[in-house]
């Protein structure tokens, strides 16, 4: 199973990964869209949200639409399926709803914050 690893060390919480992001999925520059979080908690400290691909993924069975599912690509939102009610992000604070309340978003390890990372911060790993 792959998922998207921020290697702290690196990362200096610029956040052009969110941007990247919501460019990629939503065709829009706006950090509220995107699959990755980024929150400064400190001066020098910084908090990571991603989805990782559980290995017990409580997003699916809290989902009552059956919209995240596990299959050969890894844990994904069927975004037609998807009501917005939020269920999934009351168990998991990886998975966002969109701004407009419709959806909820996860990262899907497209990979286009990797290359937009200006600190070589991200990568996929299995």
Not at 45 to 59: A, G, S, T
Not at 66 to 91: M, Q, S
């Amino acid at each position: 199973m792959s998922y998207l690893r921020i290697d702290k060390t690196l990362c200096t919480g610029c956040r052009i990964c969110e941007a990247a992001c919501s460019m990629a999925k939503e065709g829009v520059v706006n950090r509220a869209k995107s699959r990755i979080r980024i929150y400064r908690r400190d001066v020098i400290k910084l908090q990571y949200l991603v989805c990782v691909q559980c290995r017990n993924p409580v997003c699916i069975s809290a989902c009552p639409e059956n919209a995240i599912i596990h299959d050969e690509k890894g844990i994904r939102v069927i975004y037609d399926k998807c009501n917005g009610c939020g269920a999934c992000t009351e168990v998991c604070n990886r998975v966002f709803l969109s701004p407009e309340g419709d959806k909820a978003l996860m990262c899907d390890q497209c990979g286009a914050c990797i290359s937009a990372c200006p600190e070589n911060a991200l990568s996929i790993r299995e």
